[in-house]
Nanobody, 115 residues
Framework: QVQLVESGGGVVQPGGSLRLSCAATRNMFDIYSEAWYRQAPGRVRELVAAITPGDNINYADAVKGRFTISRDIAKNTLYLPMSALKPEDTAVYFC?????????WGQGTQVTVSS
């Protein structure tokens, strides 16, 4: 079993920045893919950013140029620095690690963008 612990959420004003972290209890040397998702109230969970096999990186159109997905394999940690935050970025953010064939979710961290 793999546990993922997220941190870094909070309340920020529009235009502000936050950095989310997701630390795993298993090393990342054999990981298949990693991703960040978010879920706003009353909406389905949506992909924000992902690192897929071959180290390809994909972003949702809504966050391109503002969010950056990265990882530190030595620390078993995935990051999501977010800048120029907007009220529509308000959601619970979840990390997902996929060790083929199983995927694991973090518990979620709340990001609220409000003035």
């Amino acid at each position: 079993q793999v546990q993922l612990v997220e941190s870094g959420g909070g309340v920020v004003q529009p235009g502000g920045s936050l950095r989310l972290s997701c630390a795993a209890t298993r090393n990342m040397f054999d990981i298949y893919s990693e991703a960040w998702y978010r879920q706003a109230p009353g909406r389905v969970r949506e992909l924000v950013a992902a690192i897929t096999p071959g180290d390809n990186i994909n972003y949702a159109d809504a966050v391109k140029g503002r969010f950056t997905i990265s990882r530190d394999i030595a620390k078993n940690t995935l990051y999501l620095p977010m800048s120029a935050l907007k009220p529509e970025d308000t959601a619970v953010y979840f990390c997902n690690f996929h060790y083929w064939p199983n995927g694991y979710w973090g518990q979620g961290t709340q990001v609220t963008v409000s003035s």
